[in-house]
Nanobody, 123 residues
Framework: QVQLVESGGGLVQTGGSLRLSCAAS????????MGWFRQAPGKAREFVAA????????WYADSVKGRFTVSRDNAKKSVYLQMNSLKPEDTAVYYC????????????????WGQGTQVTVSS
């Protein structure tokens, strides 16, 4: 029942970079807005970034804008999150998700979720 599979998480130093990947199936990828969310211990899952099906629109949380870049390769059914200038506050489990309608970037609007990949930024 795995819908999406994230990879690329790890441990990096403050100011470093990391690239996350998300491999999806046809059912969970095609014609869907793809998003990235993260959840730190004791905190609610929060929106990070998203990209529309035709790559005409991208969205970013204020906390990551200018540092993170979301992209997708529809032929490969993959979504990526390039994370630069990482801060300790970015430490969290990062999740890839797919939205059926793509009406908003609320957690409740996403229908499929990956298992998450841990990102830790040391200070």
């Amino acid at each position: 029942q795995v819908q999406l599979v994230e990879s690329g998480g790890g441990l990096v130093q403050t100011g470093g970079s990391l690239r996350l990947s998300c491999a999806a199936s046809e059912r969970t990828f095609s014609n869907r807005r793809m998003g990235w969310f993260r959840q730190a211990p004791g905190k609610a899952r929060e929106f990070v970034a998203a990209i529309s099906w035709r790559d005409t629109s991208t969205w970013y949380a204020d906390s990551v804008k200018g540092r993170f870049t979301v992209s997708r390769d529809n032929a490969k059914k993959s979504v990526y999150l390039q994370m630069n200038s990482l801060k300790p506050e970015d430490t969290a489990v990062y999740y890839c998700a797919a939205s059926r309608l793509g009406r908003s970037n609320s957690v409740t609007e996403y229908n499929y979720w990956g298992q998450g990949t841990q990102v830790t930024v040391s200070s």
